[in-house]
């Protein structure tokens, strides 16, 4: 059977969404600064989620609402893994999730090592579990950026408790290479070191990419590490609230054991039904669909620097749908997103949220359709 790339839903339809995209900017603005696809659900999703309405099925989430066994089902077909279900929990969303696991794993004064540019929030929730942000940027080496295993081992000796790692990488989309995930996991057993990992983009490889959970690489990553997953981001589902913590050692798995039944009651039933069913083989069509759609654009975001912004700097990521594109050369000031948005009126994120080595960058959305993408490029070039 031939798939055919999605197709993003129409703009007047689309400015009829209630979500942050859609309700931050005025209508002349192209909203481009969050995470969120423009594309239709997937059907298996419209479906459970229609029926849950039509039934009435508002209420609290049970104890077992099918997450953990369709997220090892799909990580069997999808990531060659299969984590044990019995040793996963369930919360609202994924740093909720890695709150909760830091709290249960550090001191209240523990350094936790991040490695920016990352997601803006990591720097939010290691405060919030008590810890202090210890950057340890990652390292450019010309075709691409990686985890700075030496900087990360330095800080575990000088006395960090643990490390977030974002695996695939956001903003810049890397994939880290299963030796390098190997490597992370002797040297944090070393030090008596933890790694939560954030693999939310995970189910979102660019075509002939692979992504290898942290938590399959070796007994030693098994031993120290922590997986915190959801569909949010591959199927859309951020606002109806779930995630899951993964364990695959006895000794971790007591620590999820061991949080608050209430943890567990974060997860909205809508977020579980909707993650059911977009785990479950019946979606998978629908996911190679929309990575060809975002392949395509990940290429087209090319193809549209090198005509309108050719001294901007671009690596197509390994995976996800984010563009992390570098303007310093423009001229345009450690924050560029502040200028796009009023002269151009293109909404970006805005690249020093993302810690060091975010200066003069921005990263945009590319879960869009491609004649907004190319909208959005041009108007971005016009502020020159």
């Known amino acids: ?14 400015r009829g969404r209630r979500s942050a995209k859609w309700r931050t900017y005025p209508d002349d603005v192209i909203p481009l600064f969050v995470a969120e696809t423009d594309y239709p659900l997937a059907p298996a999703i419209s479906r459970a989620l229609q029926e849950a309405v039509s039934r009435g099925d508002t209420g ?7 997450v953990t066994a369709a997220y090892t089902a799909f990580a069997s077909r999808r990531l060659g893994w299969e984590p044990d279900p019995a040793r996963m929990r369930i919360t609202g969303d994924v740093i909720m999730g890695v709150v909760e696991i830091l709290r249960r794993v550090i001191v ?9 540019p990352v997601y803006p929030p990591f720097f939010e929730a290691v405060p919030e579990a008590g810890g202090v942000v210890q950057p340890v940027p990652l390292r450019d080496a010309g075709a691409g950026c990686g985890l700075d295993l030496e900087g990360i081992e330095a800080a575990f000796r000088d006395g960090a408790r643990a490390i977030l790692l974002c695996n695939p990488h956001n903003p810049t989309g890397t994939i880290h290479a299963p030796d390098v995930l190997r490597q992370l996991a002797e040297i944090a057993v070393r030090h008596g070191a933890v790694v939560v990992s954030d693999e939310i983009h995970a189910p979102l490889p660019r075509s002939g990419r692979v ?22 981001k591959a199927f859309n589902l951020a606002g109806l609230k779930c995630a899951i913590m993964v364990a695959a050692h006895e000794r971790t798995h007591a620590v999820l054991r061991a949080l608050p039944d209430e943890v567990s009651w974060r997860t909205g039933l809508f977020g579980a039904l909707a993650t059911v069913a977009a785990f479950s083989d019946e979606s998978d069509a629908w996911l190679d669909a929309q990575a060809l759609a975002l392949d395509a654009n990940v290429e087209l975001l090319r193809t549209l620097l090198a005509a309108h912004l050719p001294d901007a700097g671009y690596r197509p990521p390994d995976a996800g749908y984010l563009g992390w594109v570098d ?10 997103a502040r200028r796009i948005l009023r002269e151009a009126r293109v909404a970006v994120h805005s690249g020093p949220a993302f810690g060091a080595g975010g200066a003069g960058h921005i990263r945009l959305t590319l879960g869009c359709a491609p004649e907004v993408l190319a909208e959005a490029i041009e108007r971005i070039a016009a502020v020159r």
């Open 1 to 14: 059977m031939t798939i055919e790339p999605l197709r993003a839903l129409p703009l007047d339809e689309l």
């Open 60 to 66: 609290y989430t049970p104890a077992d609402p099918g």
């Open 108 to 116: 209240p004064g523990d350094r936790v090592v991040i490695t920016p």
């Open 211 to 232: 992504v290898t959970p942290f938590l399959s690489v070796s007994d030693e990553a098994a031993r120290c590490g922590y997986a915190v997953v959801s569909a949010s």
């Open 327 to 336: 303007l310093s050369r423009y001229g345009w000031g450690d924050t560029p």
